[in-house]
């Protein structure tokens, strides 16, 4: 992967730590404070870390509360967007390759869609792809690509495998640094042919997609992915189509009976698709902002970025370990750790 400078906007007070005491490191870090949107966002992404180590983030379901390894994902790749949090990076990393073959699964029955999110969290923060928590995470993705060019998913019975995953592993397998691993012919090829006849994506694969696609997340991935591999046709179809699907509310999200609800993490992966493309993505990043947790509310919850109207803790979570790559002018492939500093900023609000 590139290396990418340091984002010389990102406007945090007084952030080196060096020659202090553990102490009062800690309460130097409490008060590190920013105006920057993105640095806000992913200071408060850092605080909401669970654990005795502070090392992932959870989910509960059914009343039982469990570690959530793709969400730690996402979220280390918004810290490294922003390029604060470091320290907690690199323990949720350490995490992530503690727990890869319980959430990528083991060999030979990976699951392409969580491999992809690994060696693009592997590839933003530097560490051995080719041995990532004992997984060679180039060589198990490419050994799940079918005689279609699918990278597929041995679970039959649920089917995880979809354009999503299959964006998703395009992308992060033409970051490696190697240009041998970058997917070529058939992965993309099969990419191109579930898209819809008016250039979007659906969520679940069809052998024979749809006139009239709906799913904006999809497609914004996709879009990504088509730009990533070159394949200018079709990207510019699914980029055209993700401008004529904004909201009346200025926003992006899914549509629930013909009824489109804004949310931020469509927002964000909109913004994302946009900014590849080369907008400046002012629409989506102006929605996403606007539902960033202001001043005026609880100093725990500011800097947060809620998914929709009101705040909500849990789906704050999801929406904010998008909304802060976007919002840190990053797109898939593209986001890296390098010059990212340790502070986790506090949204400034005083003057």
Not at 130 to 154: K, T
Not at 278 to 304: D, E, T
Not at 305 to 314: D, L, V
Request: charged content about 15%; aromatic content about 6%.
């Amino acid at each position: 992967m590139r290396r990418i400078a340091s984002c010389a906007a990102l406007t945090v007070l007084a952030v080196t730590t060096a020659g202090i005491s553990t102490a009062s490191a800690a309460d130097h870090q409490r008060r590190v404070t920013t105006r920057n949107h993105a640095a806000a966002a992913a200071g408060w992404l850092a605080r909401q870390l669970s654990g005795a180590n502070r090392d992932h983030f959870s989910t509960s379901f059914n009343g039982t509360t469990y570690v959530d390894d793709g969400l730690t994902a996402d979220g280390v790749l918004g810290l490294d967007a922003a390029h604060v949090a470091q320290a907690a990076a690199k323990r949720m990393t350490a995490r992530l390759q503690k727990d890869a073959n319980a959430y990528a699964g083991t060999s030979p029955n990976y699951y392409p869609g969580s491999l992809a999110k690994l060696l693009l969290v592997a590839e933003a923060q530097h560490v051995d792809i080719h041995d990532f928590g004992g997984i060679d995470l180039v060589a198990a993705l490419q050994g799940e690509e079918n005689q279609d060019g699918l990278y597929d998913d041995p679970d039959t019975q649920y089917g995880y495998e979809s354009p999503l995953t299959q964006a998703l592993a395009i992308i992060a397998l033409s970051h490696t640094g190697s240009a041998s691993d970058a997917p070529h012919g058939k992965p993309v090829k099969w990419l191109v042919g579930q898209q819809c006849g008016d250039g979007g994506f659906a969520t679940a694969t069809s052998d024979t997609p749809a006139a009239k696609c709906t799913d904006v997340d999809t497609t914004g991935f996709a879009a990504q992915a088509l730009l990533t591999a070159g394949s200018s046709t079709a990207a510019h179809d699914a980029i055209s189509w993700l401008r004529k699907h904004r909201n009346n509310d200025g926003g992006w999200g899914l549509d629930v009976d013909g009824k489109p609800s804004s949310n931020a993490n469509s927002a964000a992966v909109v913004a994302q698709a946009l900014l590849q493309n080369g907008s400046k993505a002012r629409g989506p990043l102006r929605w996403i902002i606007h539902h960033q947790v202001g001043c005026s509310a609880k100093r725990a919850r500011r800097g947060a970025i809620r998914f929709a109207t009101g705040f909500e803790h849990s789906t704050a979570l999801r929406a904010t370990s998008q909304a802060v790559q976007a919002l840190g002018h990053r797109w898939l492939g593209h986001i890296d750790n390098t010059g990212a500093v340790d502070a986790q900023p506090r949204l400034r609000c005083s003057s």
